[in-house]
C-alpha cells in the first residue's frame, strides 16, 4: 500500500523558515517525480516544487523560487520543502505527491499519482 505522510507544518511569523518532510512508503521515490503543491481556502491547488531523482532536476513555481527549496534523502526515501522568508500568500496545506511517469518535472495535480493527506502552514503578518 502506498503512502506519503507529510510533517512540519505549523504556524510562524512573516520572514520565517519551516522545513516540510514527506516519507514514502510502498514505493520507492527514486522511480518517481516528486511534487509539492499547496491549497489555500478557496484557491485551486497549485504547483509549488517538483525534483526528478535521476539527474536531480528541480522546478518551482515562479512565486516560491529564491525561497524555496525542494531536496531528497535517498537513504530515507524521502522529499523535503525548505521555505524560507515566508509571507502570509505562503498559507495552505502542502502536499506531497509522485508522478510515476518520471520522465518530466510537471506541474499539474492531475498528472500525480500518490497524493499525501496534506499539512497546514500558516504564516501570520
Known amino acids: 500500500q502506498v503512502q506519503l505522510v507529510e510533517s512540519g507544518g505549523g504556524l510562524v511569523q512573516a520572514g520565517g523558515s519551516l522545513r516540510l518532510s514527506c516519507a514514502a512508503s510502498?514505493?520507492?521515490?527514486?522511480?518517481?517525480?516528486m511534487g509539492w503543491f499547496r491549497q489555500a481556502p478557496g484557491k485551486e491547488r497549485e504547483f509549488v516544487a517538483a525534483?526528478?531523482?535521476?539527474?536531480?532536476?528541480?522546478a518551482y513555481a515562479d512565486s516560491v523560487k529564491g525561497r524555496f527549496t525542494i531536496s531528497r534523502d535517498n537513504a530515507k526515501n524521502a522529499v523535503y520543502l525548505q521555505m524560507n522568508s515566508l509571507k502570509p500568500e505562503d498559507t495552505a496545506v502542502y502536499y506531497c505527491?509522485?508522478?510515476?511517469?518520471?520522465?518530466?518535472?510537471?506541474?499539474?495535480?492531475?498528472?500525480?499519482?500518490?497524493w499525501g493527506q496534506g499539512t497546514q502552514v500558516t504564516v501570520s503578518s
Open positions: 505527491a509522485a508522478d510515476r511517469s518520471n520522465i518530466v518535472v510537471r506541474r499539474i495535480p492531475r498528472l500525480y499519482d500518490y
Open positions: 510502498g514505493l520507492t521515490l527514486s522511480s518517481y517525480v
Open positions: 525534483i526528478r531523482w535521476s539527474g536531480g532536476i528541480t
